[in-house]
């Protein structure tokens, strides 16, 4: 079987990984046994994926991102250079708590900034926004703009991460492709 995915000489590739087409591994990367990486995911420079981490299709991982085990990316996921994940609430040095990992799931188009943490066991809605440096302690709503440490929702964004500005009626419009949203019982969704 011919390898249908691109890899750096650097990157290093475990053995029992699922490798989807037109995938990109750059440098100095390290791809953990166990693991499955969907169709067109670009993992940047000096990323480690952990066993049994699951990146779905289209996934963009930039420079210097640790996805611990636990971590599951739907589709369209954008992770920004050094941010990173956790996997257990109380880790030290001489307890062993691999059992206890913690399961975090990022929905389809959601997007984490550079530098922010995802404390474990909380999950990103879809197409939410996690702004730069953000520490997210608790789950974040789809389509919401969260920034800060702790952060904090600060607004709601568009599938293509225009900030939303709703009307009297709770109705916004992206600016980019006219796309209307309405806002009902704090939660947005596509009209």
Known sequence: MSKTYFSHKTAVIDEGCTIGNDVKIWHFS??????????????????????????GKNVKVQNNVSIYTGVICEDDVFLGPS???????????????????????????????????????????????????????????????VVGNPSKQIGWVSEYGHRLHFNENGIALCPETNQ?????TNSVSKI
Do not use: W
Not at 35 to 52: H, L
Not at 107 to 124: D, E, P, R, V, Y
């Open 30 to 55: 390290h791809i953990m046994t166990n693991c499955t990486i969907g169709d067109r995911c670009n993992i940047g420079q000096n990323v480690v994926v952990s066993p049994q981490v699951i990146l």
């Open 83 to 145: 941010m990173v994940f956790t996997n257990v609430i109380n880790p030290r040095s001489a307890v062993n708590r691999k059992n206890e990992y913690a399961e975090t799931i990022v929905k389809k188009g959601a997007s984490i900034g550079a530098n922010a943490t995802i404390i474990c066991g909380n999950n990103i809605g879809e197409y939410a926004l996690v702004g730069a440096g953000a520490v997210v302690t608790k789950a974040i709503k789809s389509y919401a703009l």
């Open 180 to 184: 209307e949203y309405k806002l009902a």
